[in-house]
């Protein structure tokens, strides 16, 4: 497959290029877990998925809260969601609903970086003094207009930018009409589960018990219930 041909070098490329600053973010999550914090995530469109990946999976760390008001999200209308992801105004609304103000760190999952609602996610972390992480594509970013009455974009406005690598437009393969093969769920995905491993490994190296769960679908023990009950009053979707 021409596909993995070209994205299994590319992503190797883009997670090694980005080891210093997820270093320091597995940093941010160790000590989120040990003052007892909840990791808010958000995305829009397909970036959703990423907050998706982080929350409530097998092997997936517990104290993660997703933000996926159904404003965003494409499974209610995918030209809806891309519509209302450029608006303004609604980010205050959400952000209240969810009490983000609370997060002992927040993850913005957005290719592009551009539009409006991630980046007054940003604006309003940064005015409640939340400490941010961008997922986002440095390429498509730079090469394009913030879509934001401010000008602002993503990756300028946030405390730690991860660049998933993905090219202007997001499609690894140029076939004459267009791009095609999207990278960034690919890479995304790929950097939330090594985010969350190292969380994970370097909390027991430094002996702090990090709640995540295990699959409940095998014969293994495992304490997902009592992470439930610990964690639901916190997590709005739990």
Request: charged share 20%; proline share 3%; glycine share 8%.
């Amino acid at each position: 497959m021409h596909f993995l041909t070209v994205a299994l070098p590319l992503l190797e490329k883009t997670i090694n290029s980005q080891l210093e600053v997820m270093e320091l973010v597995v940093a941010e999550m160790v000590s989120a877990i040990e003052h007892d914090e909840i990791i808010y995530t958000f995305g829009t469109g397909h970036s959703h998925m990423l907050s998706m990946e982080f929350f409530a999976r097998a092997g997936g760390l517990a104290n993660i809260a997703p933000i996926l008001d159904p404003s965003y999200l494409n499974g209610f209308g995918a030209t809806r969601s891309g519509a209302l992801e450029r608006l303004t105004g609604i980010a205050d609304i959400v952000w209240d609903e969810y009490d983000c103000s609370s997060a002992g760190l927040l993850f913005i999952a957005s290719n592009s970086g551009l539009n409006a609602s991630s980046i007054e996610f940003a604006l309003r972390a940064k005015k409640e003094d939340v400490t941010t992480v961008a997922i986002t594509s440095v390429a498509q970013s730079t090469a394009n207009a913030s879509k934001h009455p401010s000008g602002e974009k993503l990756m300028n406005i946030t405390d730690f930018v991860i660049d998933n690598g993905a090219p202007n437009g997001d499609g690894i393969l140029d076939y004459g009409s267009g791009l095609t093969g999207g990278f960034s769920s690919l890479s995304g995905i790929a950097i939330v589960q090594s985010l969350m491993s190292e969380t994970i490994r370097l909390c027991g190296l430094e002996e702090i018990d990090a709640p995540f769960y295990q699959s409940q679908n095998t014969e293994r023990k495992n304490t997902n219930a009592d992470l439930y009950k610990r964690f639901k009053s916190r997590i709005k979707h739990l």
